[in-house]
């Protein structure tokens, strides 16, 4: 059973940076798709960025174009999010996430994905 473990948060000051890990385990990622999904307070859940299986595509949520980078290490068994030019706005607790390969996902709000992560806090504050 794929399980994910995310650590990386903090709280950092605006123009920061962050790289987010988000570790798997129970199987092997080479089947999956793989999402970074966060929840700010009093907000729904949001989509930022996922990577699919196996053609890579990646897609990101307008804000963080430019700004996050979502890379995949199979030999791992890991996904990160690396965080640069870090705003208020993006405080939330980040979450990944998994879609079989195969399987429809919308990684706008994470429908499709399953296996869900406890989340790693990040705090963007001056």
């Known amino acids: 059973q794929l399980q994910f473990v995310e650590s990386g948060g903090g709280l950092v000051q605006p123009g920061g940076s962050l790289r987010l890990s988000c570790a798997a385990s129970?199987?092997?990622?080479?089947?999956?798709?793989v999402g970074w999904f966060r929840q700010a307070p009093g907000k729904e859940r949001e989509g930022v960025s996922c990577?699919?299986?196996?053609?890579?595509?990646?897609w990101y949520e307008d804000s963080v174009k430019g700004r996050f980078t979502i890379s995949r290490d199979n030999a791992k068994n890991t996904v990160f999010l690396q965080i640069r030019s870090l705003k208020p706005e993006d405080t939330a607790v980040y979450y990944c996430a998994a879609a079989r390969i195969g399987g429809g996902y919308v990684c706008y709000d994470g429908q499709g994905f399953g296996s869900w992560g406890q989340g790693t806090q990040v705090t963007v504050s001056s």
């Open positions: 129970g199987s092997t990622l080479d089947g999956y798709s």
């Open positions: 990577i699919s299986t196996p053609d890579s595509f990646i």
